[in-house]
T-cell receptor, first 113, second 114 residues
Framework: EAQVTQNPRYLITVTGKKLTVTCSQN?????MSWYRQDPGLGLRQIYY???????DKGDVPEGYKVSRKEKRNFPLILESPSPNQTSLYFC????????????FGQGTRLTVV | AQSVSQHNHHVILSEAASLELGCNYS??????LFWYVQYPGQHLQLLLK??????LVKGIKGFEAEFIKSKFSFNLRKPSVQWSDTAEYFC????????????FGAGTRLFVKA
């Protein structure tokens, strides 16, 4: 089954403790991206990747890092999480960039206390 | 800056009522347009998309949207809603700027009363 898998689904952590949210897709998509969803703000893009070893900042990249060492994986790293990063995070992939349909993961609800 | 505006943040309808959700974007060039739906507790799924051609596009579950270039709009419609349409709806735009960003609207929460 074609899917985008994120882990974990729920995470509560403390300020400053590094964490990684994993994202994996099995559709051989070139383009992957991370979004955060906050009430009243919709989805805002954090980072995106056009292919292996090619990443770029989205609209809200501060406090986040990403890597794309393999085509299928696109982890989101929070080196020193802060409470304002409490949010719902979605990973998405698409075949050929942002101009094609995006397939979303189930989401990761992160709480930073 | 490029932006996407969804005029209604919350909509409450009774079953069988007609639905129209507004979406306007601020980019003047060529765009790809999408509507995504997020059912409670689930991830976003594509409802429909417009790339080119007929400006009236049909999607899944009886939804359709009309692209009006002169108004920079891409409104979502459904003639008769069902309780199962209760969800949050997001309009999204990908401008042909040479970049690879998709811009989402803030979303519209639809509640359909049975």
């Amino acid at each position: 089954e074609a899917q985008v898998t994120q882990n974990p689904r729920y995470l509560i952590t403390v300020t400053g403790k590094k964490l990684t949210v994993t994202c994996s897709q099995n559709m051989n998509h070139e383009y992957m991206s991370w979004y955060r969803q906050d009430p009243g703000l919709g989805l805002r893009q954090i980072y995106y990747s056009m292919n292996v070893e090619v990443t770029d900042k989205g609209d809200v990249p501060e406090g986040y890092k990403v890597s794309r060492k393999e085509k299928r994986n696109f982890p989101l790293i929070l080196e020193s999480p802060s409470p304002n990063q409490t949010s719902l995070y979605f990973c998405a992939s698409s075949l050929q960039g942002a101009h094609t349909e995006a397939f979303f993961g189930q989401g990761t609800r992160l709480t930073v206390v | 800056a490029q932006s996407v505006s969804q005029h209604n943040h919350h909509v409450i309808l009774s079953e069988a009522a007609s639905l129209e959700l507004g979406c306007n974007y601020s980019y003047g060039g060529t765009v790809n347009l999408f509507w995504y739906v997020q059912y409670p507790g689930q991830h976003l799924q594509l409802l429909l998309k417009y790339f080119s051609g007929d400006p009236l596009v049909k999607g899944i579950k009886g939804f359709e949207a009309e692209f009006i270039k002169s108004k920079f709009s891409f409104n979502l419609r459904k003639p008769s809603v069902q309780w199962s349409d209760t969800a949050e709806y997001f309009c999204a735009v990908t401008p042909y700027t040479g970049g690879f960003k998709t811009i989402f609207g803030a979303g519209t929460r639809l509640f359909v009363k049975a």
